[in-house]
């Protein structure tokens, strides 16, 4: 791997083509369970350009009422799908964390869609890791500091690209500039799926 930040190690090409496409149906099968919704900035309502869903004990969610981890689908009120083997796996094998994630988020980026500078700090335990898996087009990554307004740089992730946030990168800003489409011929439909696994409660 390479560690582009204190913390932060990037896996590139961690999974190959095979592997991919069994995460991807695992990913299908959740969606089917637990279609993409479309989160809204809390306070304005303003939608977001990523529409998402879940697997696991917990689900992020965002809407005028704010940010927060629930353990059910906010349209279909149905508890999340459980989270796939394959993908408690990889937590296993690179989070390497003392207890299992609880949380899987299932970003799905259109040609169009992006995401804006932000830390992650909804979890009530950044002692864990967070590891984000990339399937599909390749995506423009941006990282900085714990603080907003320092120096950032960008990293392309692409189709099997595996990226951990552990340590003094777990607060780190970051974002996704931009998707940049045709990239990748694993989604018949184009675009990116990302999904980030995350420990959200203290491990005792
Ligand atoms: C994505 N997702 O590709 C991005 C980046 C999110 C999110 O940012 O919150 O869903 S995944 C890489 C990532 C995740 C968590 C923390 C950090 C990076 N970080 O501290 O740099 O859909
Ligand atoms: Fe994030």
């Given at each position: ?6 913390g ?9 083509r ?34 998402m ?47 299992p ?50 120096a ?6 692409s ?12 607060l ?11 990239t ?8 990116r ?12």
């Open positions: 791997h390479l560690e582009v930040a204190p932060a190690l990037w896996f590139r090409e961690a999974l190959d095979d592997a991919q496409a069994a995460l991807l149906a695992d990913i299908r099968a959740v969606l089917d369970k637990a279609p993409l919704f479309t989160p809204a900035m809390p306070r304005t309502g303003k939608p977001f350009s990523v529409r869903s879940n697997c696991g004990p917990l689900g992020w969610v965002s809407d005028a009422a704010g940010y927060r981890y629930q353990p059910f689908h906010p349209e279909t009120r149905a508890p999340w799908p459980a989270m796939p083997p394959a993908l408690a796996a990889l937590w296993t094998t690179y989070a390497a964390f003392k207890a994630a609880e949380a899987c988020l299932i970003n799905y980026y259109g040609p169009d869609a992006r995401m804006s500078l932000h830390q992650d700090r909804d979890e009530a335990d950044f002692t864990a890791p967070v590891l984000s898996l990339s399937l599909g087009d390749t995506a423009l990554f941006r990282i900085g500091g714990e603080t907003r307004g320092g950032t740089r960008s990293i392309r992730l189709s099997g690209d595996i990226f951990l946030l552990s340590g003094p990168s777990r780190a800003f970051h974002g996704i500039d931009r998707i940049l489409p045709g990748s011929t694993l989604l018949p439909e184009g675009g799926f990302n999904l980030t696994l995350r420990r959200v409660n203290p491990a005792t």
